[in-house]
């Protein structure tokens, strides 16, 4: 709906990974470096960790865009939450064989060093790329292990990558996976975007999608998606893409800071739906930091007329000034007021987007 409204030629900001938004940021180029090192040497694991949505995928998809792709084939292996013998099978069929429901482990070995042997007789080697390595048990990482113990004319049968997030790294620390470790040429974490980098990927993806400046980004609007999200990327397309969905239903043609702190604070609304008191205090707190400080310092800072605001759960312990309201409450009732009518207008725009497609016909 929103690429309309601001003519974009597709939406910008898609969880599935897809080169064509792929970011060089520095933390990537240093980790396709290590990538490119470790396939350089033709054996043992290369390993890159990051968060979750740090761009893992996204930075395997662009390394294969670099190389050869006819000198490689390439197993991807993504449901890692099996057994060492399942994890084989996948393997296999990663790499275009029938595998045989029931048949016996050692049988499939042979089978696979013969499609090794294959590959490398028409010229390519054989890579295996794991994700979500930090869900395989100690079995199934050894069976990786094991797989590169088998050798072609002295030469190492398989090469493998594996993704994960952080906590595998702890996991490969181990006394139990040393032999693995032992195996392990390349390594890197791959951490998050900077606020300068931030800014400069959104940009990108704004104009690989045909962006010509509708809608118009503030500054303050970039440093408030940074603030929100720790520059992790599929934080930020998530955020991003719920600002333009905002932008397109309010009819504004600016992306501001106070835009996108409110789109955060209904996200983070949304999160604790089941816990309405949590969706409550996070929707109050939010709406007080996003609110404009024209006619005053904003609620969750210095209180009017008074010292700061350090009651329980973020609000006032103090009254008002004026009446002896409690501060909280009332804010809490404009809060809710502000919702309501916000809420309001958005349906009352999606209504006239739809009569307008209705009337115009399929």
Same mark, same amino acid.
């Given at each position: 709906?929103?690429?309309?409204f601001h003519?974009l030629?597709g939406?910008?900001?898609?969880?599935?990974p897809?080169?064509?938004?792929?970011?060089?940021s520095?933390?990537?180029k240093?980790?396709?470096?290590?990538?490119?090192?470790?396939?350089?040497?033709?054996?043992g694991f290369?390993?890159i960790?990051g968060?979750?949505?740090a761009?893992?995928?996204?930075?395997?998809?662009?390394?294969?865009?670099?190389?050869n792709?006819?000198?490689?084939?390439?197993?991807?292996v993504?449901t890692?939450?099996?057994?060492? !013998? !399942?994890l084989?099978r996948?393997?296999?069929?990663?790499?275009?064989?029938?595998?045989?429901?029931?048949?016996?482990k050692?049988?499939?070995l042979?089978?696979f060093?013969?499609?090794?042997?294959e590959?490398?007789?028409?010229?390519?080697?054989?890579?295996?790329?794991?994700?979500?390595v930090q869900?395989?048990?100690?079995?199934?990482?050894?069976?990786?292990?094991?797989?590169?113990?088998?050798?072609v004319?002295?030469?190492?049968?398989?090469?493998?990558i594996l993704?994960?997030?952080?906590?595998?790294?702890?996991i490969?620390?181990?006394r139990?996976?040393?032999?693995?470790?032992?195996?392990?040429?390349?390594?890197?974490?791959l951490g998050?975007?900077?606020?300068?980098?931030?800014?400069?990927?959104?940009e990108?993806?704004?104009k690989?999608?045909?962006?010509?400046?509708?809608?118009a980004?503030?500054?303050?609007?970039f440093?408030?998606?940074?603030?929100?999200?720790?520059?992790?990327?599929r934080?930020?397309?998530?955020?991003c893409?719920?600002?333009?969905?905002?932008?397109?239903?309010?009819?504004?043609?600016?992306?501001?800071?106070?835009?996108?702190?409110?789109?955060a604070?209904?996200?983070a609304?949304?999160?604790?739906?089941?816990?309405?008191?949590?969706?409550?205090?996070?929707?109050?707190?939010?709406?007080g930091?996003?609110?404009?400080?024209?006619?005053?310092?904003?609620l969750?800072?210095?209180a009017?007329n008074?010292p700061?605001?350090?009651g329980?759960?973020?609000?006032?312990?103090?009254?008002?000034a004026?009446?002896?309201e409690?501060?909280?409450?009332?804010?809490r009732?404009?809060?809710?007021?502000?919702?309501?009518?916000?809420? !309001?207008?958005?349906?009352?725009?999606?209504?006239?987007l739809?009569?307008?497609?209705?009337?115009?016909?399929p």
């Amino acid at each position: 709906m929103y690429e309309k409204f601001h003519g974009l030629d597709g939406p910008p900001f898609l969880l599935t990974p897809d080169p064509r938004f792929f970011f060089s940021s520095s933390n990537h180029k240093r980790a396709i470096t290590h990538l490119v090192y470790g396939l350089d040497q033709r054996e043992g694991f290369i390993v890159i960790t990051g968060e979750v949505g740090a761009g893992k995928t996204m930075l395997v998809e662009q390394l294969w865009l670099q190389l050869n792709r006819a000198t490689y084939a390439v197993s991807k292996v993504v449901t890692t939450q099996v057994s060492g !013998d !399942d994890l084989l099978r996948l393997v296999m069929d990663g790499f275009g064989m029938s595998v045989v429901p029931g048949t016996e482990k050692s049988i499939l070995l042979r089978e696979f060093e013969a499609m090794v042997r294959e590959q490398r007789a028409a010229g390519r080697r054989c890579v295996l790329v794991v994700d979500e390595v930090q869900n395989l048990s100690f079995g199934a990482l050894e069976e990786l292990r094991m797989l590169s113990n088998i050798t072609v004319d002295g030469k190492a049968s398989v090469q493998t990558i594996l993704l994960g997030q952080p906590q595998f790294r702890p996991i490969l620390a181990s006394r139990d996976a040393e032999q693995l470790r032992q195996r392990v040429l390349a390594s890197f974490h791959l951490g998050p975007l900077s606020e300068a980098e931030t800014r400069l990927y959104i940009e990108h993806r704004m104009k690989t999608v045909g962006w010509t400046g509708d809608p118009a980004w503030e500054a303050d609007a970039f440093a408030a998606v940074y603030r929100h999200t720790g520059g992790t990327p599929r934080r930020i397309n998530t955020l991003c893409s719920r600002v333009l969905q905002f932008g397109a239903l309010e009819e504004r043609t600016a992306i501001t800071a106070a835009m996108v702190n409110e789109v955060a604070e209904e996200m983070a609304e949304g999160l604790n739906e089941g816990d309405p008191a949590a969706a409550f205090n996070a929707s109050a707190n939010g709406a007080g930091h996003a609110r404009s400080t024209a006619n005053g310092p904003a609620l969750n800072g210095p209180a009017l007329n008074g010292p700061a605001l350090n009651g329980r759960n973020g609000y006032a312990s103090l009254s008002s000034a004026a009446g002896g309201e409690p501060l909280d409450l009332l804010h809490r009732i404009e809060v809710l007021e502000e919702i309501t009518a916000r809420q !309001d207008r958005i349906f009352q725009r999606i209504l006239k987007l739809l009569a307008s497609a209705v009337e115009k016909g399929p």
